[in-house]
């Protein structure tokens, strides 16, 4: 409406007759009039009413017009003193620019906040239980939430019953800065009824702890959905005293029965029976998590390129844990030249190789081989994209 109102006036039809072809009846002059007039009544009373907040949240934290004017329509002010308090507090609790503009875009009402009474004790409770400045600042950022949250009756109750469940301050600070949303969730709807089945099967403290700490998200799936998993998980033979059960629950969370028919049939394409990729599942729940392009990859790479067998990844199928681009292929860029120069022997068992962390890796298949194989290292450095 703004557009058509500018190019009218910048144009003349608003205001030259001469332009202006004559309506056909009476009727279509007032409907023409009528919809002006309100546009203009509409312009004027939004621009009264929220010009202050717009301009405010454009200039101050770095809005898009058009985002500032649907924050507008949530919170409003006519001074700055407010919002400016705001701003300059999270400034001096470490928060930069990008964050600050990060929590206003989510939840624009926290400019109306009480600093000292509202911000503060939530801050000040993160830090006495081992939060870091940049933590808070990370948390809070992408999860500006938690600020609205009543400290007493959410805030402190939930850390609690992370802490009773976790054993440690430090585990409850992981699980949390990696999930923060578990925080803020009605934990007896969404947490401890799938805290209570995993018990109820069996599955050991521990692993139960371990799995809240690695991936909290994987615990607050809705409790029916939950048992289904549970279910088919001890089907497919996940014994619930192992780890992988644990694992095995994690990496079905995220999958419906036809995402996982996809994976299984991109493990078929390379001669895997069914069977096979359920004993690679057992052995490494993460190879199902893929996505179909990197099992179609690495798949690509292991047997076409470097003359592999499938069977390699059902022994191993941790392999398709790793980084295709900054693991897999830069390693075997590295052995096929030690091959090459005859340095190791050609049958070399490549799963240790890709297995093992990279200061040893460098250790061990590099920086022996300097003379031998002077442009090594600088291979290596270019398949990473690294600096030489």
């Avoid at 056909?24 to 004027?44: A, E, G, W």
């Avoid at 939004?46 to 924050?71: D, K, M, R, W």
């Avoid at 805290?195 to 991936?215: D, H, M, Q, W």
Wanted: charged share 20%; glycine share 4%.
């Amino acid at each position: 409406m703004l557009i058509f109102l500018y190019k009218a006036i910048h144009h003349g039809t608003c205001c030259s007759t001469s332009t202006i072809r004559a309506p056909q009846n009476l009727y279509t002059v007032r409907t023409h009039i009528t919809l002006l007039l309100s546009s203009f009544r509409y312009i004027s009373s939004t621009s009264n009413q929220h010009s202050f907040t717009v301009s405010y949240l454009i200039n101050t934290c770095g809005f898009f017009p058009e985002a500032a004017l649907s924050a507008s329509k949530r919170v409003n002010f006519e001074t700055p003193y407010k919002a400016d308090s705001v701003i300059g507090f999270f400034k001096n609790h470490g928060f930069s620019q990008s964050q600050i503009s990060n929590i206003i875009r989510k939840r624009p009402a926290v400019l109306l906040s009480d600093p000292q009474n509202i911000l503060l004790p939530k801050l000040e409770f993160f830090q006495s239980k081992g939060f870091t400045t940049s933590d808070i600042a990370t948390v809070l950022s992408r999860n500006p939430w938690i600020l609205e949250r009543s400290l007493k009756n959410q805030i402190i109750p939930s850390f609690v019953f992370l802490k009773n469940l976790l054993g440690t301050n430090e585990n409850t600070v992981t699980a949390i800065k990696r999930y923060s949303a578990i925080l803020i969730v009605k934990l007896d709807t969404f947490v401890v009824p799938n805290v209570n089945l995993l018990r109820e099967n069996g599955v050991p403290e521990s692993n139960i702890c371990a799995l809240i700490k690695k991936t909290p998200i994987a615990i607050m799936t809705d409790s029916i959905r939950f048992k289904e998993i549970v279910e088919e998980v001890k089907e497919m033979g996940f014994n619930p005293l192992r780890l992988s059960f644990i694992q095995a629950i994690f990496a079905m969370r995220g999958m419906n029965k036809s995402t996982w028919e996809r994976k299984v049939s991109a493990y078929k394409r390379w001669g895997l029976s069914e069977e096979e990729i359920l004993v690679a599942f057992g052995r490494c729940p993460h190879c199902i998590m893929a996505s179909e392009d990197k099992i179609m990859r690495v798949m690509e790479f292991f047997i076409n390129k470097m003359g592999l067998e499938p069977s390699l990844i059902v022994k191993c199928p941790g392999l398709l844990t790793y980084s295709l681009e900054k693991r897999l292929i830069p390693r075997a860029s590295v052995i096929q030249v030690l091959q090459s120069e005859g340095l190791i022997k050609k049958d070399f068992y490549l799963p240790r190789v890709f297995g093992c962390p990279e200061e040893l890796f460098l250790q061990k298949f590099v920086m022996p081989y300097e003379k031998e194989a002077s442009e090594l290292l600088q291979l290596y450095k270019r398949k990473l994209n690294f600096p030489e």
